[in-house]
C-alpha cells in the first residue's frame, strides 16, 4: 500500500507543484481569489515545498524500512490534514470560494491514507500489508 500511494502522490504534488509555478491563475480562479504579485510570490514557494514532498514520496516508495515508512507518513499526514484545515477555516470565513473544497478533499483523503499507514506500520507484524 505505501508504494502505491506514495507513487500517486509523488505525481499529484508534482503536478501541484509545477501548476503553483506555472499556472498559478489556476489556483486563484479555482479558489475564487484575487490575482496579485504576492498570491504569486507565495505560490511559487509553496509550489516547492510540493516538488519536495514528490521526491520524498518517490524516492521513499520502495523502501522497505518501517522507521522511514512512519517518518514519511507522518510528513504527508500532517501536512495534508493541516492544509486541509486550513481550507476548511478559509472557507468558513468566506475568504476561499467554493473550489476549496475539491483541495480539502484530496488533501483529507491523502492524510487520512497516510495516517492509515502511520498506524499501521507500528505494528511489524503489518510490515508485508504496507
Known amino acids: 500500500m505505501f508504494y502505491k500511494i ?9 503536478l501541484l507543484g509545477a501548476t503553483l ?5 489556476m ?29 520524498l514520496c518517490f524516492l521513499s516508495r520502495n523502501t522497505q524500512s518501517t522507521d522511514v ?3 514519511v507518513s507522518a510528513a504527508v499526514w500532517v501536512s495534508m490534514g493541516g492544509m486541509a484545515l486550513i ?4 472557507f468558513l470565513r468566506g475568504y476561499a ?9 484530496i488533501e483529507t ?14 505494528n511489524p507484524e503489518n510490515d508485508r500489508d504496507v
Open 6 to 14: 506514495s507513487s500517486f502522490c509523488a505525481g499529484l504534488f508534482l
Open 21 to 25: 509555478v506555472f499556472l498559478p491563475e
Open 27 to 55: 489556483v486563484y480562479w479555482l479558489f475564487g481569489l484575487p490575482q496579485n504579485e504576492l498570491g504569486d510570490f507565495l505560490a511559487k514557494r509553496a509550489a516547492m515545498l510540493f516538488l519536495g514532498f514528490s521526491v
Open 69 to 71: 515508512r512512519r517518518i
Open 87 to 90: 481550507g476548511a477555516y478559509e
Open 97 to 105: 470560494g467554493i473550489g476549496i473544497w475539491m483541495a480539502i478533499m
Open 109 to 122: 483523503v491523502t492524510s487520512v491514507l497516510f495516517f492509515r499507514i502511520w498506524l499501521m506500520s507500528d
